[in-house]
């Protein structure tokens, strides 16, 4: 029998159809984001090219689409969205059977300026490379980047004999919300940040660095709401793979936003960094 016709045996799924939102973040205060349903929206499956396009309500739908695994993408306003999907796992006694798959489209983030910092417990090679997902890019690296890091580090950091720390910058696609954070001012700026990097378990290096550079290079405004993402955020966001594997992992970035006067926010708890074995740390900043 053909796919997606009619058998008495049964046959597996042939079409993906799903909802396109877009994201919608509130020009002020700490609300969490909004979607609102895309129409004319194109999507396109790929392998293969197949494209369709949103009706009125947002929905899409691909229908006889060979079996195999697929990523969705749609864009618009410069934001992209994607979705993965599998046709012919679904079996279905029906052979009309429907694989549901909404997607996303967020306004486009690039993460300014992440250090990562590595201390093995003995010089060593080490290799370091992000897992990226189809939509996100390094765009920016220091030393190269070239697909993964491959490089020689002591007990002290030093890297290649050359580089203090490993740095890039990033484009990425995915949600942001302020249900937790900071209001810092202008003034306040050094201090507090010097303060959230050492309780949250960076060395007096590291600090420096982040303080040299971002003191200067902040946009200029009279208050800052200050949202941090973590270790385990940041794995599920840009996962930062290390071979060999690290004894102890750090990675926080800032979300920093301008704002005109001060606001109430949930401040977020800190945990301490346990810095034991081979330790990797990472900070970042993405301003928003």
């Known amino acids: 029998f053909s796919i997606g016709a009619f058998s008495p045996f049964g046959c597996n799924t042939t079409k993906i159809r799903g909802t396109v939102y877009y994201e919608v973040n509130h020009p002020g205060g700490t609300e969490a984001p909004y979607n609102v349903k895309m129409p004319g929206i194109t999507v396109t499956a790929n392998p293969g090219g197949h494209t369709a396009i949103t009706d009125d309500n947002g929905l899409y739908l691909f229908e006889n689409l060979p079996e195999g695994d697929y990523t969705l993408v749609a864009s618009t306003y410069g934001a992209t969205g994607y979705a993965e999907a599998t046709v012919g796992s679904n079996f279905s006694f029906s052979c009309d059977d429907i694989d549901d798959v909404d997607i996303l489209i967020v306004p486009e983030i690039v993460a300014y300026k992440p250090n990562i910092y590595l201390y093995p417990e003995t010089t060593q090679s080490i290799s370091v490379e992000f897992n990226l997902d189809p939509v996100s890019e390094i765009i920016i690296s220091d030393p190269p980047y070239n697909d993964g890091w491959n490089v020689t580090v002591t007990p002290e950091g030093l890297i290649d004999n050359s580089y ?38 960076f ?75 081979f330790a990797v740390t990472e900070w970042g900043v993405i301003l928003r």
């Open 164 to 201: 203090g720390y490993l740095f890039y910058e990033a484009k990425l696609h995915f949600s942001i919300d302020f249900t937790e954070g900071w209001v810092v001012s202008k003034s306040e700026f050094s201090n507090f940040f010097t303060g959230k990097l050492t309780s949250y378990g």
């Open 203 to 277: 060395n007096q290096q590291e600090i420096d660095d982040y303080i040299e550079y971002w003191s200067v290079n902040i946009p200029d405004s009279d208050y800052y709401l200050v949202s941090p993402l973590i270790t385990d955020e940041l794995q599920s966001i840009l996962p930062l793979e290390v071979f060999p594997a690290p004894d102890s992992l750090l990675r926080v970035w800032f979300v920093i936003k301008s704002i005109n006067e001060s606001t109430t926010i949930d401040e977020p708890e800190i945990d301490a960094f346990d810095r034991s074995g």
